[in-house]
């Protein structure tokens, strides 16, 4: 069974920074995409940014330059550095892992709230 666990949300004021981190168990980790999303109160799920197992990334033009994507194959754990939060980056947090067959696996979510 696969399972993604989220840690390292919170409540932190505009201009600081957070790590989140997303950990997979039951599948390979090395040889799947890693991706974060958000969701904002009212609106639908968006991509943060993701990351191929080659580690290649790619991000949402709202956090270029401020978000950076990673992952640890030894520790099946993907991250999420945030830096100079904006009150607008306020939502759940979710992780998802892509195999490259068969269906995508989500964590249960994280949340960041982030005060003007």
């Known amino acids: 069974q696969v399972q993604l666990v989220e840690s390292g949300g919170g409540l932190v004021q505009a201009g600081e920074s957070l790590r989140l981190s997303c950990t997979t168990s039951g599948n390979i980790f090395s040889i799947n995409a890693m991706g974060w999303y958000r969701q904002a109160p009212g609106k639908q799920r968006e991509l943060v940014a993701n990351?191929?197992?080659?580690?290649?990334?790619n991000y949402a033009d709202a956090v270029k330059g401020r978000f950076t994507i990673s992952r640890d194959n030894a520790k099946n754990t993907a991250y999420l550095q945030m830096n100079s939060l904006k009150p607008e980056d306020t939502g759940v947090y979710y992780c998802k892992n892509s195999p490259r067959f068969g269906r995508d696996y989500w964590g249960e979510g994280t949340l960041v709230t982030v005060s003007a």
């Open positions: 990351i191929t197992s080659g580690g290649s990334t």
